[in-house]
């Protein structure tokens, strides 16, 4: 049974309760930025695996240098050298240094290291004796196996995204292949016969079809990979065919336009005819009222707002949640800050949630949304380039500069690949 005017909240559980992670893949660590681990990652060794000098100066053993003052050094017999590396078999003995560089191993005997700038020797690599101007504390200036990551440590866990510093940490512990979930594939298709391809020719009435190409870049900043369909006359029969024909290669479908009140607005009949069912339609929030979510083919498909910013918002609400799931991350929630309301937005009264576009700065310390005074409306697609943020501001309570309200940030990564 369709169910008609959920909340957002509502509508976001609806849609998360009806998608699975896809399947797994194992890879190249190095092609991994932006894919979701599979698996729990520990680490087979301790990080560092050996104590190691974090200056460029003197292995030593601390005991011998507890009276060294600038005035009266204490000298120590210099038994080799040793970049990062390198190591020596050298056993210190008392009154004996060697000469270390950050990043190599710590000696055996030694157990402190002098920095350079605590010793006479600095610029003279070649010298057999040092004098250390100062006392070293025990383990002064080593870093000691397993610091940074104990053996058996659990460095990454299942459903992390794979960024910048999980490659780092992957490599870190030695990590040269990952299994992860395949990106998962998101149909898009647009429908309207208004809509005229970019390389055409505009005639009157007609306007460019740009859904397509912001939901192409939402769906690769979100971690899917997009498949984009040609977008299609709001007839049923072709829109029918075009689901139909997408669902066997797609993980889920988005589509946009056509699930309003219209005698053009054919998607629900549309989602049916493929031999799918109507979850639920219609959200409590503006703009984006009439979402639709069905399930065709046992696969999830996200009937957004046809209205460029309409699509935005209900495809940062529902379909970004959606597809992190499908890829396996551990927390697909999209989360907003709590920021302060800076000015009133003045809004009519309407008994829905409301998500305004707002820049974002931070003043005396507190991050401030400024509501766009214009530009507001769902057709209005210019005012969606520079802002910072969505805002919400609930249906229910009155909200007044300086509450506190959510922002959905929009700092969206760029990354991914086509399916052509
Ligand atoms: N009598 C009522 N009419 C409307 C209502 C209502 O409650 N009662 N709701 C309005 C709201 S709110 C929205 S949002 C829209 C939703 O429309 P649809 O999702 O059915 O979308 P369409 O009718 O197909 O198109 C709406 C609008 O968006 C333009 N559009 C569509 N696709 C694209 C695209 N791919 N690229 C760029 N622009 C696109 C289309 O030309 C229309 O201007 O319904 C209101 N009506
Ligand atoms: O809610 Mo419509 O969603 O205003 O644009
Ligand atoms: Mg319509």
Redesign the pocket.
Same mark, same amino acid.
């Given at each position: 049974m369709m169910r008609v005017g959920l909340t957002v909240e509502e509508a976001i559980r609806e849609v998360l309760a009806h998608v699975k992670p896809v399947s797994t893949i194992e890879m190249p660590m190095k092609d991994a930025f932006g894919y979701t681990l599979a698996e729990d990652v520990t680490a087979n060794a301790p990080v560092p695996s050996f104590d190691r000098s974090m200056m460029d100066g003197f292995a030593i053993r601390t005991a011998d240098v507890q009276t060294a003052t600038p005035e009266t050094p204490v000298r120590l017999q210099v038994r080799g050298r040793i970049g990062a590396g390198q190591a020596t078999d050298h056993v210190l003995q008392p009154g004996e240094a060697i000469r270390i560089m950050t990043g190599a191993p710590i000696p055996r005997g030694a157990d402190g290291v002098a920095r350079f700038e605590i010793t006479d020797a600095q610029n003279h690599p070649e010298a057999e004796e040092v004098g250390i101007l100062l006392p070293v504390r025990e383990g002064e200036s080593i870093s000691l196996t397993g610091e940074d990551i104990a053996v058996g440590a659990k460095v990454l866990k299942k459903g992390t995204v794979i960024g910048a510093v999980e490659m780092a940490l992957l490599a870190t512990v030695g990590v040269a292949k990952v299994t992860v979930y395949r990106k998962p594939i998101i149909g898009v298709l !647009? !429908?309207?016969r208004?809509?005229v391809g970019v390389e055409q020719p505009l005639s009157y009435g007609k306007?460019? &079809?740009? &859904?397509?190409y912001m939901l192409s870049g939402l769906i690769s900043a979100w971690g899917g990979v997009p498949y984009l369909l040609d977008?299609v006359d709001?007839e049923v029969d072709d829109v029918v065919e075009a689901i139909r024909n997408a669902m066997p290669v797609v993980d889920a479908l988005v589509t946009? #336009? #056509?699930? !309003?009140?219209?005698d053009f607005?054919v998607m629900r009949a549309a989602y049916h005819l493929s031999g799918g069912w109507v979850n639920f339609w219609k959200v409590n929030m503006?703009? /984006?009222? *009439?979402f639709t979510f069905a399930v065709v083919q046992e696969k999830p498909v996200l009937g957004l !707002? /046809?209205? *460029?910013a309409?699509g935005f918002v209900n495809a940062m609400l529902f379909v970004q949640p959606a597809i992190r799931a499908m890829a396996g991350v551990a927390q697909p929630e999209t989360r907003p800050l709590q920021v302060v309301l800076a000015e009133d937005p003045e809004l009519k009264v309407i008994g829905m949630d409301r998500f305004l576009r707002a820049t974002v700065r931070i003043d005396q310390g507190q991050a401030r949304a400024y509501p766009l005074p214009a530009g507001q409306s769902?057709?209005i697609i210019s005012t969606l380039s520079g802002i910072q943020a969505f805002i919400r501001i609930p249906a229910k309570a009155e909200v007044k500069p300086g509450d506190l309200v959510e922002a959905y940030m929009l700092d969206l990564p760029v990354a991914g690949e086509i399916v052509p």
């Open positions: !647009s !429908s309207g208004e809509l306007i460019y &079809n740009s &859904n397509t977008q709001d946009t #336009g #056509g699930v !309003s009140i219209g607005d503006r703009p /984006g009222t *009439p !707002s /046809g209205n *460029p309409a769902a057709g």
